[in-house]
């Protein structure tokens, strides 16, 4: 599929205003509790960094892509306000490329991933984003809308596809190791997939938009969800054995053979009653009479 140019002066029925204006504040919304449950636990265990790098070089290449193709409605906004509708859908990609750029600076402040590598990575992401709109600017600047900026667009787009279909593998992997949602928000993942299936909905059957643009985002959201759910079942089973386990008294050191060793070296030895004691075998007797004689 060719990228092509938004054409300008395009009238935008006030029901998509008012559609796009929602996604946008759910975009900042649904991303709270996955700053509060970093901000609360300190710690980034559980949440896979190339995921979330991933998730970053999705957001910056739809922007990307998407100043070259909206250009033109760019132009539009120094003769005045009305290009705000056409722009409403960017500014959602630009908030949500926000969002996700957050998202990686808390990550690589608490452990285990702030190490100097992983604030290396998420410091080139960033500047990658900046490069990448500075040159879709330039380039829209030298030549709006010409072969070679929509083939630069073409670029972005297949690049953000590239980054849709493997985003959430990385952190599916990490989810299943750790068998743990970690700090990993699961209802910031469960709203995220959620609002992706709608749009992807509304591209399949209102937009009827061709398979390249609505699968790549298809295949995202659905392993998003996976993610999510495999939090959900590795969380109620991780409360059900400590609930278990606070029931049953001793019941973690079955569950733990070192505890339960520990257990058994650390119980006083049984003494024996006084009658047995005093009853002693023949020989023991014999020598104890020896003795005295």
């Known amino acids: 599929m060719q990228a092509a140019c938004a054409p300008p002066h395009r009238t935008i029925p006030t029901s998509v205003d008012a559609l796009t204006v ?15 449950k970093l901000l609360r636990s300190r ?12 998730t970053a070089g999705l957001n910056l290449c739809d922007v990307a892509a998407a100043i070259i193709t909206k250009w033109r409605q760019l132009q539009d906004c120094a003769h005045g306000a009305a290009c705000v509708p056409e722009l409403l859908d960017l500014v ?19 452990p285990p991933h ?18 990448a709109w500075a040159v879709s600017a330039g380039v829209s600047l030298a030549a709006p809308c010409s072969r070679g900026a929509l083939s630069l667009a073409q670029a972005y787009g297949v690049a953000a596809a ?52 609505w699968l790549p985002f298809l295949c995202s959201t659905s392993m998003q969800l996976v993610v999510a759910l495999c939090c959900v079942y590795f969380d109620c089973v991780a409360r059900q054995r400590r609930a278990g386990d606070s029931a049953v008294p001793g019941a973690e050191r ?16 049984e ?16 020598r104890v009479g020896d003795a005295v004689t």
Do not use: K, N
């Open 92 to 110: 959602q990609t630009v908030v949500l490329t926000a969002t996700s750029a957050a998202v990686l600076v808390m990550v690589v402040c608490y």
């Open 114 to 131: 702030d190490g100097a590598a992983a604030r290396s990575v998420a410091a080139i992401t960033l500047f990658a984003t900046a490069v």
């Open 254 to 269: 079955l569950l733990d053979p070192a505890r339960a060793a520990a257990a058994r070296d650390s119980q006083p030895a």
């Open 271 to 286: 003494v024996a009653p006084a009658g047995e004691l005093h009853a002693e075998s023949p020989v023991r007797q014999g």
């Open 43 to 54: 710690s980034s265990a559980g949440l896979s960094l190339p995921t979330v790098v991933l």
């Open 22 to 36: 929602a996604l946008t504040v759910a975009t900042v919304a649904v991303t709270v509790p996955q700053y509060i």
């Open 162 to 213: 590239g980054c849709a279909v493997v985003q959430y593998i990385p952190q599916l992997r990490t989810t299943l190791l750790e068998r743990s949602s970690g700090s990993l928000s699961v209802s910031f993942y469960l709203l995220q997939a959620a609002g992706g299936l709608i749009v992807a909905a509304e591209q399949v059957f209102a937009a009827a938009d061709p398979w390249p643009v």
